[in-house]
């Protein structure tokens, strides 16, 4: 399974193992447990401190644990795990094989302090560019933490199962047997859901800390952008941020930004993060921002009041917030979000496979999706408001052509349906003639586009209709020394490489701000 290049590549990072690992199979008679087989054995000939053996005991086949010979440490995949969680695999090697993890020793401790019994299973899908996140952060506290247990479930592998527990959406965690969580979750994320007293602890410490030059609010490409720029004045800069990469986290391909061919979301939002610790920027993440309160004088303190209720000051203030994928806002749709309405076809389109499902929108986004999924499942419905479809010419030729996709345009989608637990349909109503359909099925992908991330600043800054935050050609928003940038202002096009250098004007903008109202602090000020 592994070529040439990829088998050089693991051999060099199993060369960093410092315990004995053994591999452990569960297979039966089936061609993925063959293809396992294979890709273990291809695995254990790569270091002398790898052993193999087969146990069939388990009950998920084909599945494999990677213990640390001698002790109860182990994680436990079931499938295959190739596609974007083979990095998930290498880096379970390497940390039961005592290769020691690059994560803060502060929060290490904190692992290591949860007290009870937790045992975590992942449902994952090898297209799901979010799971590889969980995954690794569970199985990582899992090396850490004898006493937590960790198993990651390839979903579309699985099927029976993923239905049986009415799994809809991945990555989706359970944790001894009740559901923990579903989507993105990072390491931090989770532990500060197990120990209940991390909320407040990290509240003190916020507010304990010196009021900054410059403070961005978001860490997407503006932000990251924005914090890059302010610190390379040599001026006290803060970020805080509720995940830090935002939107591009949840983007699979990227093709358009210049210089690089090709990347992937989660791979860009770390260089970001990357390049802003590089310079002496204080990242605070997953800090949701709750209120805005302007400054009483030019030379005053701007307060950003967090979620956990901390306030932070600064002399100015960037909001670079970006969007979140807009909802339809019809009867149903909250109800059984995560239990068949989805908005990431890359990350849930495997748990439909065979199924009906619906694309709502008919922009280059609904259609990509539509074109994805009517090679997985058995028939996709596109459903587009307006009298034709906006996505590409060369995307509708691509939909045109595939015999499993039907489209509805002058389609107002107006009801999700369900039984309870689940999507059984959706209804629309047709424009033109005023008669509503209702459509069968068991998924609904919603691809309407982005909303701005704002509601928390009505009645501080200058918003359009839209939640836009108004803005000049500076970045200053309608409030002296709050600048904006990105997806949540009207600057038209929204996309990477123009919130990046909105955010770069923004911090400029903010810099020229400070010169002309108070001098910055000589020396930059540690919390």
């Known amino acids: 399974m592994l070529d040439a290049d990829l088998k050089t590549q693991l051999k060099a990072y199993l060369e960093h193992l410092t315990q004995p690992i053994e591999l452990v199979a569960a297979l039966d008679d089936g061609d993925k ?108 506290m899992s090396v850490l933490n004898p006493r937590i247990r960790h198993v990651s479930i390839d979903g579309a592998l699985f099927q029976a199962e993923v239905e049986a527990r009415e799994v809809m959406a991945v990555p989706t965690v359970f944790l001894n047997g009740e559901v923990f969580g579903a989507g993105r979750m990072g390491l931090e994320e989770i532990v500060a859901k197990l120990d209940t007293g991390a ?19 978001g860490g997407g490409p503006a932000g990251a952008a924005a914090a890059i720029y302010a610190a390379r004045k040599g001026i006290r800069t803060g970020v805080v941020a509720e995940r830090f990469g935002g939107q591009v986290l949840d983007t699979m391909a990227i093709e358009n930004f210049i210089s690089v061919e090709h990347t992937e979301g989660p791979k860009l939002a770390a260089a970001l993060e990357q390049h802003v610790r590089h310079y002496d920027v204080d990242v605070m993440n ?10 009483s004088t030019p030379e005053g303190l701007v307060e950003v009041k967090l979620a956990n209720g901390a306030s932070l000051k600064s002399k100015s203030v960037i909001l670079s917030t970006g969007a979140r994928w807009r909802q339809m806002n019809v009867p149903g749709e909250e109800q059984y979000r995560n239990k068949g309405v989805a908005y990431c076809p890359h990350c849930d389109g495997p748990l439909f496979k065979g199924k009906r499902v619906a694309v709502v929108g008919g922009g280059n986004s609904g259609a990509e999706a539509a074109i994805d999924l009517a090679g997985i499942v058995s028939h996709v419905t596109l459903l587009e408001f307006d009298g034709k479809l906006r996505a590409d010419e060369v995307l509708q030729r691509k939909l045109r052509s595939l015999p499993n996709v039907t489209v509805h345009v002058n389609a107002q989608t107006t009801e ?36 701005p991330n704002t509601e928390w600043l009505k009645g501080t800054v200058a918003l359009t209709p839209r939640g836009e935050i108004v803005i000049d050609d500076r970045g200053q928003t309608s409030v002296p020394g709050v600048f904006a940038a990105g997806d949540a202002t009207t600057v038209p096009y929204k996309q990477i490489v123009i919130a990046m250098g909105a955010g770069s004007t923004a911090a400029l903008g903010a810099f020229d701000h400070l ?13």
């Not at 033109?432 to 068991?442: A, C, F, I, P, Q």
């Open 286 to 295: 997953l800090q949701r921002a709750d209120a805005l309160v302007p400054a």
């Open 33 to 140: 447990s063959r293809e396992l087989d294979g890709l273990l054995r291809e695995i254990t000939a790569l270091s002398d401190k790898i052993s193999l053996r087969r146990d069939d005991n388990d009950a998920r086949k084909p599945s494999f644990a990677i213990n640390r010979v001698g002790s109860d440490i182990g994680v436990r995949f079931a499938g295959i795990p190739m596609g974007h969680e083979f990095t998930s695999l290498v880096l379970a090697l390497l940390h039961v094989g005592g290769h020691p993890s690059k994560t803060a020793q502060e929060v290490i401790e904190q692992v290591r302090g949860l007290d009870g019994d937790y045992t975590f299973e992942t449902y994952f899908s090898l297209s799901c560019q979010n799971c590889p996140d969980v995954v690794q952060a569970l199985n990582l």
């Open 515 to 527: 010169i002309r109202t108070s001098a910055p602090a000589d020396e930059p000020v540690t919390a």
């Open 199 to 217: 909320s407040a602890r990290e509240a003190a410490k916020l507010a304990a800390k010196a009021p900054y030059d410059v403070l961005v609010v």
């Open 416 to 451: 999700v349906t369900g039984d309870g637990n689940k999507v059984t349909g959706l209804v629309y109503k047709d424009r033109v003639g005023g008669d509503s359909h209702r459509v069968e099925l068991e998924g609904i992908f919603v691809q309407i586009g982005l909303l």
